[in-house]
């Protein structure tokens, strides 16, 4: 894609001099000035209409230009400049959030890396145009604590009745159960965990749980933790009107603790959200 004078002329007034001249310095050639034509191209109209803001674009497209630089000029791939096209489309509505830019210029610089872009289809920018921060945070989380088998004991807790069980907290997931810091155990919006699911990021599966011997010892580390025991606290307030200033250090010390019991479960980062990952997750 090559730029005319008049295109030029535009696209320095809307990106400062030194990320224009970093997106079509000669080591980039023609994906650099690719790019920026497309980034001009995409951004021209919002831009004018207030739909983004110009300091937006700007960090984009440093970004971007940081992200390609990265490439080694023998993997520089034309032929992922569709994809390319697509991505800075599809980031418009998401250029606000600095978290997402980040994955935005990310996927960006592997839609044209030929080491990258051989699995990639205009899928990846659909799914991560459908995240907000929350998601994508959660998963810098999973990797950031991940394992070889990318498994994590993942739980609610429910409330036995007399017909069976209903739900008083979902989405508890224990992140670091595989090595041997203070356990790292959190709840998770249920929004961020069914948006992930939606796109087959991740799978969530309550029939089946992890047992060797340190998963087992995860989940007692959320059975002890204080998500529980404010659940077990919060049964016996609610349900059985017990004084609300009850301040007990351990859970069978809770009067009708019994009735409140955790639900094992596991997640799991399929291998589509692997390959997503891969591809899309910021340095």
């Given amino acids: 894609m090559n730029i005319d004078p008049n295109q030029l002329k535009l696209l320095k007034d ?78 418009k509505y ?17 839609s044209v890396d030929d080491r990258k872009n051989n699995s990639l ?3 990846y920018s659909t799914v991560l145009s459908n995240l907000n921060s929350d998601a994508a945070n959660f998963l810098l989380d999973l990797v950031k604590f991940g394992n070889e088998m990318s498994l994590f004991p ?21 992140f670091n159960w ?48 204080d998500i529980f025991r404010n659940q077990a606290l919060l049964n016996a307030i609610m349900y059985h009107k017990c004084n609300s200033n009850y301040t007990c250090e351990e859970y069978k010390e809770i009067p009708f603790h019994e009735e409140v019991q955790l639900k094992q479960g596991l997640l799991k980062i399929t291998s589509f959200g692997e390959s997503f990952i891969k591809v899309s997750m910021p340095d």
């Avoid at 791939?77 to 980031?91: C, V």
């Avoid at 998401?94 to 592997?110: H, M, P, T, V, Y």
């Avoid at 609610?156 to 008083?168: M, P, T």
Wanted: hydrophobic letters at 35%; one cysteine or more.
């Fill in 14 to 91: 809307l990106i400062p001099e030194e990320t224009l001249k970093n997106l079509l310095n000669p080591s980039t050639v023609v994906v650099g000035k690719g790019l920026a034509g497309i980034l001009y191209y995409v951004f021209q109209k919002p831009l004018e209409f207030g739909i983004v803001e110009k300091k937006h674009l700007d960090s984009l497209s440093k970004m971007t230009s940081n992200d390609l630089s990265k490439i080694p000029s023998q993997n520089r791939d034309e032929k992922g400049m569709g994809l390319a096209f697509k991505t800075i489309e599809e980031s």
């Fill in 94 to 110: 998401s250029l606000g959030d600095e978290e997402l830019r980040k994955w935005f210029s990310q996927l960006i610089a592997s």
């Fill in 121 to 123: 289809t205009p899928y």
């Fill in 154 to 174: 993942f739980c609610y807790i429910q409330k036995k009745v007399e017909n069976g069980f209903i739900e008083l907290q979902n989405n508890i997931i224990n």
């Fill in 178 to 225: 595989t090595d041997e810091n203070q356990p790292l155990i959190m709840t998770i919006d249920p929004n961020t965990i069914e948006v992930l699911k939606s796109f087959n990021i991740i799978s969530v599966d309550y029939q089946s749980s992890l047992t060797s011997k340190k998963a087992k010892d995860a989940y007692k580390d959320i059975e002890t933790s």
